[in-house]
Every structure is written in C-alpha cells, then in structure tokens.
C-alpha cells in the first residue's frame, strides 16, 4: 500500500479507538500489583502533547529480568517492523521494592515531523525466576504532524549493540553521571557510570535525524520523566541482551528491505536544570546517498 494511503487509513483507527491506549494485562499473582496505566488524552491528539502514567506495588527489588516484547511498530513512514523478541535485563541498583510510579510527559509533539507512529502488541516483564511482574498492552497511535510524499519504505532499528557502538560521551566534568562507558559485545549492551546526586526527575532531550537511503527525518523533542522511589547516588550499571527472536522464520519473514540510522545527540537533565550526561550518536556505518531528502 503506498505510503500516503497508509497515512490516510492510520487517521481512522485513531479516531474510533474504543479501547484505552496503553492498559495493564498483568494478572492477580504479578510481582507488580494494583498496577494502573494510563494516557492523557487519549487517544493522543494531533498537535497535542501527552503524558504516560503507571503506578503499582512492587513486591521485591528487581535487578534481573527478562522483557518479552510482541509488537507491531511503524514510525515515521520509515519502520516498519514486527517486533517478537525476548531481552534479558540487569541493572544495579535494581527497582527498589514498594510503591512505584512513574510519570512521562507532558511530551510536546513536533510540529514538522511527518509521518505517524502506531505501536500495537503487548510487553512482558519477569523475573530471574521466570514469574511475572507486570505486562502492558499497547494501542498507540500517534497522529502525524503533516504528510509525507508517496514513499515506499520499509526498514527496521538496527540492534541496540550498533547505536552503543556508535555512542560516545559528550557530556561536562560537571556532569552528574561521570566515569561512563558504554560497550558492545556477543549481543550484549553494557552502560556503566558513577551518579553523584539522588535522582527522581529528569528531561530527556532528543535532537537526532533518522535516515533511511535518501530520506532524512529530523527528531526533536523533550521528553520530562519522574520516577518514585527515584534512582540512588553510586555506581550505575545497565546490561540488555543478548536478544532472542521467537522464531528463525518470524525472524526472516520480517527481514528490513532498508536499514534505518540514527545520528545526533540525547542530553539528560535533572530537576535543577543541570546536565545528567550527554549521548552522542554517531552511526558511521550509514552511507550517505549523494542526492538526499531533507522532509
């Protein structure tokens, strides 16, 4: 189907969804429990920004577990992308145990973004033990800001271990988060740092192009977070991966015909206005068409 048809027929869906667009699918026996999700508005609005909340009882400190996410994603007339994966994940610290809430938003929507974003599917989190924790389901359609010409594009995220790879620290010496590295090896993904201030806000702000052949899409938005019990000062370590596909053949069947990169730089910032660490992504391994796109 042409890509400005796609568009077109997104619209209608939106408009009539009936259902919510991001809800708990968790059960009575999750680690997670009086679990509460919630979008605002929703569905989200064209023009609109919007806020993401989720809120529940932890019953243990969760520093190794496993992500199991079954998704259909299309972003930005670019990625097109069956997601059916499993991804083992550490973190030290771990989630504290207890009343957690987490708030994202509210996320201001560019204005000169063309193309949507449709998430559908659901993601599962369990323990190392194998027991659930919580699940999410998602039906989130993201109105495009303006159309995009009639392209045919179809392409995929290139695995995490390729943006590590291609991340470097941009950041101050007064950055909050110091002594990071980043590394990449056997399908594994690996941020360490030192955190010199208790945290439970921060913004996130995104400045990145993404590309795919001739076309450039420029990204930019600032995404506030607010997370309680909030992360502790000391030593930050984040693994993910390696990440299993559900099947050889789900896996070849969804095979991208283009790879999408992503250059640019993430910039996180506290609640006092202070610099939390700086990303910059730089995917070399993208060759630039000589005749691009800007759109």
């Known amino acids: 189907m ?6 077109q027929a997104g619209l209608v869906p939106v408009m009539a969804l009936a259902g919510p667009s991001i809800s708990s699918c968790g059960s009575p026996g999750d680690r997670m429990s009086n679990v509460t999700m919630s979008l605002s508005p929703d569905p989200i609005q064209k023009g609109d920004g919007f806020t993401i909340t989720v809120s529940g009882m932890l019953d243990k400190v969760l520093d190794s577990f496993t992500v199991d996410a079954k998704l259909d994603v299309k972003l930005l007339g670019l990625i097109n992308e069956k997601v059916d994966k499993t991804i083992p994940v550490k973190m030290s610290p771990g989630l504290a145990a207890g009343v957690q809430n987490l708030v994202i938003g509210p996320v201001a929507l560019p204005t000169d973004v063309p193309g949507s974003a449709e998430v559908d599917g659901t993601v599962t989190l369990s323990d190392d033990a194998g027991k659930p924790v ?5 039906s989130m359609h993201v109105p495009a800001a303006r159309a995009l010409d009639d392209l045919q594009l179809q392409g995929s995220f290139k695995p995490a271990d390729s943006f590590v790879t291609a991340a470097s620290n941009c950041g101050k010496p007064t950055d909050h988060l110091k002594n990071i590295e980043t590394s990449a090896s056997g399908g594994v ?14 913004s996130v702000d995104v400045d990145l192009i993404v590309k795919a052949l001739f076309v450039k899409v420029p990204l930019k938005l600032t995404v506030p977070i607010a997370y309680t019990p909030g992360i502790k000062q000391g030593a930050l370590s984040v693994s993910a991966g390696p990440a299993k596909a559900a099947s050889v053949l789900a896996a070849a069947a969804w095979s991208p015909t283009v790879q999408v990169a992503v250059t640019g730089t993430v910039q996180a910032i506290d609640g006092n206005s202070e610099e939390v660490a700086c990303v910059k992504i730089d995917d070399s391994s993208y060759a630039e068409e000589e005749a691009s796109l800007v759109v």
Request: proline letters at 0%; a negative charge; glycine letters at 4%.
């Open 2 to 7: 042409a890509l400005r048809n796609m568009l």
């Open 134 to 138: 919580a699940c999410v389901s998602l």
């Open 189 to 202: 993904s690996t941020l360490t740092g030192t955190l010199d201030e208790d945290m439970s806000k921060v």
